[in-house]
């Protein structure tokens, strides 16, 4: 058999094979279900740069009952004083320092001091406006009025000045005083109008 006859058959060969292997009873390939189906998205994974909003417990130190608050467990300072018409008018303000929550009720006793030994001078502040009741939580601050008329705005005689060096102050329904410096001419008499006056505590 020659050369030429010999290639012809190894053709038809490689013919016969290739329909045989996709033949009238073959299907097409197709691809599988999993394949096909939808990938289902992985979740999302929160950015850690994002905060995510959180209820922050309460402190059980300032739930339940609270007493008095003391002057051991409140800061005491005052506002700078604005002037109003013959008064300086400033704002003391009582901030909880003690280790649970305590209640400030009514109004601070006020009265002005002298001396190292902190000798009262002139009447308590009388009191003005309604009446308030303040539940402090730890670290948590409230505020009371204060108004002082100008000494030099009564009659000398009726005032009797003296120097103070500055306030006692008494939390409102509480006990203990703290000190609030205010050095100044006050009245030692008991004028009226009176020289000092002090409302209610109220929340800051």
Do not use: H, K, W
Not at 15 to 36: D, E, H, K, Q, W
């Amino acid at each position: 058999m020659g050369p030429r006859v010999a290639g012809a058959g190894a053709a038809l060969l490689l013919l016969l094979v290739g329909c045989g292997a996709a033949g009238p009873g073959s299907r097409p390939a197709t691809s599988s279900p999993a394949a096909a189906a939808p990938a289902t998205p992985a979740p999302a994974t929160p950015d850690p740069a994002t905060p995510v909003p959180a209820s922050t417990p309460a402190d059980p130190a300032d739930e339940g009952p609270a007493g008095p608050c003391t002057g051991d467990t409140l800061d005491v300072s005052a506002t700078a004083p604005r002037t109003d018409g013959p008064a300086e008018v400033s704002y003391l303000v009582f901030r909880n320092i003690g280790d649970g929550a305590c209640v400030l009720d009514g109004y601070p006793g006020v009265a002005f001091v002298a001396g190292n030994e902190g000798t009262r001078v002139g009447p308590r502040a009388a009191i003005d406006g309604p009446r308030a009741r303040v539940r402090l939580a730890r670290g948590a601050a409230a505020t009371a009025p204060l108004r002082v008329r100008a000494t030099a705005s009564y009659p000398e005689a009726d005032c009797v000045p003296e120097q103070a060096r500055g306030l006692r102050v008494t939390p409102p329904g509480g006990s203990g005083g703290r000190s609030v410096p205010r050095p100044g001419p006050v009245c030692s008499a008991d004028p009226a109008p009176p020289q000092t006056t002090v409302g209610s505590v109220e929340a800051r």
